[in-house]
């Protein structure tokens, strides 16, 4: 059976029917990961050594990516490999699991995005990383996945902000049937998106629309002692200046906020694409790290244009919201 070896020195074995990622997860090795449909690019790997077959389309990587790069996610080795990234242990120890959930709380903070509020079983063991995501079951089995928007609460409630979608069929439900105390059941956590902490001199998070879920429960969980000598940008970019609904001000935590505005006729603020916006900071890439989340294109333009200006790649974090079909 092919072996894979990772950077770190970490090895584990992988049959032909199982992705590289599977079968990391089933050897309780954590990779980089968030859609694992080949979609938003996240585990991406450069390939030291070896052959792989592909097990289904990698999309993120058409005309994309140049070099020798997979997608953990579809491929599986067809001799023994090496790549060019480390499992993130400080995640291995959080099993997703299923639990039962019901409705607590349905506020609308946009004209389309409804923040719905989960109440767990008292029981429930329910832990997670700032930034990750669960997969939402409704009665009839059918499962979306939507970041969490909230830092751990003692009361064990999960917040979740949903953009709505058309002709979607979960959209439907939540937007114009669901009622307090509906009984759903969720799996998680799922994906790797959280806060690393590596020191660097600017902590930039960057989002679009419903992006700002994981974001703000990320920076709910930090406080002064964690960015300790880092500066924090939040730039958050929708089209008209509704459809920025969490002000940031509530955050105890020093930051500077930066709107972006595409549509807005009056607006007098950054306008345009929230990666652009960045660019005019001038910040110093090189001594950056970004926390981006939200549309597939803004990832990966964000990521080809930060690179191309000083950003070293593995300072760039993402996750890419990708719809179900």
Same mark, same amino acid.
């Given at each position: 059976?092919?072996?894979?070896?990772?950077?770190?020195?970490?090895?584990?074995?992988?049959?032909?029917?199982?992705?590289?990622?599977?079968?990391?997860?089933?050897?309780?090795?954590?990779?980089?990961?968030?859609?694992? #449909?080949?979609?938003?690019?996240?585990?991406?790997?450069?390939?030291?050594?070896?052959?792989?077959?592909?097990?289904?389309?990698?999309?993120?990587?058409?005309?994309?990516?140049?070099?020798?790069?997979?997608?953990?996610?579809?491929?599986?080795?067809?001799? &023994?490999?090496?790549?060019?990234?480390?499992?993130?242990s400080h995640l291995g120890?959080?099993?997703?699991?299923?639990?039962?959930?019901? /409705?607590?709380?349905?506020?609308?903070?946009?004209?389309?995005?409804?923040?719905?509020?989960?109440?767990?079983?008292?029981?429930?063991?329910?832990?997670?990383?700032?930034?990750?995501?669960i997969n939402l079951i409704?009665?009839?089995? /059918?499962?979306?996945?939507?970041?969490?928007?909230?830092?751990?609460?003692?009361?064990?409630?999960?917040?979740?902000?949903?953009?709505?979608?058309? &002709?979607?069929?979960?959209?439907?439900?939540?937007?114009?049937?669901?009622?307090? #105390? &509906?009984?759903?059941?969720?799996?998680?956590?799922?994906?790797?998106?959280?806060?690393?902490?590596?020191?660097?001199?600017?902590?930039?998070?960057?989002?679009?629309?419903?992006?700002?879920?994981?974001?703000?429960?990320?920076?709910?969980?930090?406080?002064?002692?964690?960015?300790?000598?880092?500066?924090?940008?939040?730039?958050?970019?929708?089209?008209?200046?509704?459809?920025?609904?969490? &002000?940031?001000?509530?955050?105890?935590?020093?930051?500077?906020?930066v709107p972006v505005l595409?549509?807005?006729?009056?607006?007098?603020?950054?306008?345009?694409?929230?990666?652009?916006?960045?660019?005019?900071?001038?910040?110093?890439?090189?001594?950056?790290?970004?926390?981006?989340?939200?549309?597939?294109?803004?990832?990966?333009?964000?990521?080809?244009?930060?690179?191309? #200006?000083?950003?070293?790649?593995?300072?760039?974090?993402?996750?890419?919201?990708?719809?179900?079909?």
């Amino acid at each position: 059976m092919p072996k894979v070896t990772l950077s770190n020195g970490v090895s584990f074995d992988c049959p032909p029917e199982l992705s590289i990622l599977d079968s990391a997860k089933k050897h309780g090795i954590t990779l980089e990961y968030s859609c694992d #449909n080949g979609r938003c690019g996240v585990c991406v790997a450069p390939i030291l050594d070896g052959e792989t077959l592909v097990l289904q389309y990698e999309e993120a990587l058409a005309g994309e990516l140049a070099g020798d790069v997979i997608l953990t996610c579809c491929r599986t080795p067809i001799t &023994d490999i090496t790549l060019a990234i480390e499992d993130l242990s400080h995640l291995g120890s959080l099993k997703a699991v299923t639990l039962p959930c019901r /409705i607590d709380d349905l506020t609308l903070l946009a004209r389309d995005v409804l923040e719905l509020t989960l109440r767990l079983p008292p029981a429930a063991d329910f832990q997670y990383y700032p930034g990750q995501y669960i997969n939402l079951i409704a009665k009839d089995g /059918i499962r979306r996945s939507y970041s969490i928007a909230n830092a751990a609460r003692k009361n064990k409630e999960v917040t979740l902000q949903i953009k709505f979608v058309n &002709d979607g069929v979960m959209s439907d439900y939540l937007f114009n049937q669901a009622a307090v #105390n &509906d009984l759903l059941r969720f799996e998680g956590p799922l994906g790797t998106f959280s806060f690393r902490g590596n020191g660097s001199k600017n902590l930039i998070f960057m989002a679009t629309g419903t992006g700002i879920a994981p974001v703000k429960a990320i920076l709910e969980s930090l406080d002064s002692q964690n960015i300790k000598g880092s500066n924090v940008y939040v730039i958050w970019g929708g089209r008209y200046l509704k459809d920025l609904y969490w &002000d940031p001000s509530q955050l105890a935590l020093p930051h500077r906020y930066v709107p972006v505005l595409s549509q807005e006729q009056d607006w007098q603020g950054f306008k345009g694409h929230v990666q652009n916006a960045l660019m005019s900071l001038e910040l110093d890439l090189a001594a950056s790290t970004v926390y981006a989340c939200g549309s597939e294109l803004m990832i990966k333009e964000s990521m080809q244009l930060l690179a191309d #200006n000083g950003l070293p790649k593995n300072q760039f974090y993402s996750d890419a919201f990708v719809t179900s079909n």
